[in-house]
């Protein structure tokens, strides 16, 4: 059974940092690509972040470039999403997310989600 569970969210001041983690089980996630998305009360889903699996590489959404970055753990099978900078706006809950679509940054495109974790940033 495919697990993917959050964790490290939080209350923090804007200008703090958080990191999130996605731990993942059930499944071997190498050919897989990971996505973090964010959804805040009253607005659609919006991808934040993507790595891909087996190569590391990954990328931001401009909404969050220059302040947050991706990356995984292979040896403990979670992903990392490290955010800098915070701002009020970012408050949301950040879910991570598995797809076999490369680089895709549409949450139809994802087979599997964790429960997500609360972010919230005070001003």
Same mark, same amino acid.
């Given at each position: 059974?495919?697990q ?6 939080g209350?923090?001041?804007? /200008?703090g940092?958080l ?5 993942a ?10 996505g973090?998305?964010?959804q805040?009360?009253g607005?659609?889903?919006e991808?934040?972040a993507?790595i891909?699996?087996?190569?590391g590489v990954?990328?931001g959404?401009?909404?969050?470039? /220059?302040r ?5 753990d292979?040896a403990?099978n979670t992903?990392y999403l490290?955010?800098?900078?915070l701002?009020?706006?970012?408050t949301a809950v950040?879910?991570c997310?598995?797809t076999?679509f490369?680089?895709?940054?549409r949450?139809a495109d994802?087979?599997?989600?964790g ?6 940033v005070s001003?």
């Open positions: 059974q495919v993917l569970v959050e964790s490290g969210g209350l923090v001041q804007a /200008g940092s990191r999130l983690s996605c731990a089980s059930g499944r071997t996630f190498s050919s897989y690509y990971m973090w998305f964010r805040a009360p607005k659609e889903r991808f934040v993507g891909a699996w087996s190569s990954g990328y959404a401009d909404s969050v470039k /220059g947050f970055t991706i990356s995984r292979n403990k992903v490290h955010m800098n900078s701002k009020p706006e970012d950040y879910c997310a598995a076999h490369f680089s895709s940054t949450y994802y087979t599997y989600w429960q997500g974790t609360q972010v919230t001003s």
